[in-house]
């Protein structure tokens, strides 16, 4: 009987993506998405409850742990003995990467395989006029699904051997041990971070007068982007600026900075 593929993927935007391209290819594989973010919170013990109250205290948003509970089917899925499991991973990306060390810790001895997008180089084939240079493809989530079509990214899929899955549990064990409330790219590797790690960038492009908060945080994500890794989102950034506000360090115009598209910014003006 043929084994069913089943393609992990940490990220819900790389899930979209892959599941277009595998579709357009004709394949009919199963695609399972993380949509938590392992990038920040708590990780020691694996408690979605836990981590939805860190995420209401520390980020104001109180729907997390239906966010939370919609990844427990990838840990579940991951046990099923008899499909060929196929990971996709991006140490550029922290969400990706913490995803997919979580996952590797609850399969315990299976076999799996792994895409590892870390180095991978793409082309985008526009329907007229020559193909643009190759570029990091950074993330499957960042990817178009013709892109990951055309060159069957899913081709690249290998086992994945011992030694290598021995560094990442070891990587997972150090980062849960250390259970911070941050895991940002550093490198090739995921480290430990504070919470306010963010918080100068986010500084750098506040100025006297009133910005969005979509603008600010746009500008911080970009900047990460620049330096060829993706660091945690939108959520966390915008998160932190309300955390800048109610530290004195920036004034707000509007709710909560969580609304990006409504609220603004600025430094605060000498009283």
């Known amino acids: 009987m043929t084994q069913t593929t089943l393609h992990f993927v940490f990220t819900p935007s790389g899930a979209g993506c892959l599941i277009q391209a595998l579709r357009k290819a004709g394949r009919d594989d199963l695609v399972i998405a993380s949509f938590d973010d392992l990038s920040f919170g708590p990780i020691n013990p694996s408690d979605s409850s836990l981590r939805a109250k860190w995420v209401e205290n520390e980020l104001g948003r109180t729907d997390w742990n239906d966010i939370g509970s919609g990844s427990e089917r990838l840990w579940d899925e991951a046990l099923f003995p008899d499909n060929r499991k196929v990971a996709w991973l991006s140490r550029r990306?922290?969400?990706?990467?913490?995803?997919?060390?979580?996952?590797?810790?609850?399969?315990?001895?299976?076999?799996?395989?792994?895409?590892?997008?870390?180095?991978?180089?793409?082309?985008?084939?526009?329907e007229h006029g020559p193909p643009r240079s190759p570029r990091l493809a950074m993330s499957v989530g960042t990817l178009h699904p013709d892109t990951i079509r055309n060159d069957t990214l899913w081709n690249l899929a290998e086992p994945l051997q011992i030694g290598a899955r021995g560094r990442y549990l070891e990587l997972w064990r150090q980062l849960r041990s250390e259970n911070a409330p941050l895991r940002v790219i550093d490198?090739?590797?995921?480290?430990?971070?504070?919470?306010?790690?963010?918080?100068?960038?986010?500084?750098?492009?506040?100025?006297?007068?009133?910005?969005?908060?979509?603008?600010?945080?746009?500008?911080?994500?970009?900047?990460?982007?620049?330096?060829?890794?993706?660091?945690?989102g939108d959520t966390f950034l915008a998160a932190r600026v309300n955390a800048l506000v109610e530290n004195g360090r920036l004034e707000i115009r509007g709710k909560s900075a969580l609304e990006i598209l409504l609220s603004e910014v600025r430094l605060p003006r000498a009283r």
């Open 93 to 126: 990306s922290a969400m990706e990467y913490a995803g997919f060390l979580e996952w590797l810790r609850r399969l315990g001895d299976a076999p799996c395989e792994v895409v590892d997008l870390t180095e991978v180089k793409v082309s985008h084939r526009p």
């Open 187 to 232: 490198g090739d590797r995921l480290v430990s971070a504070p919470i306010s790690f963010f918080d100068s960038l986010l500084m750098s492009y506040v100025t006297d007068n009133w910005q969005k908060v979509s603008r600010v945080v746009g500008q911080a994500l970009v900047s990460r982007m620049d330096d060829c890794v993706i660091q945690p």
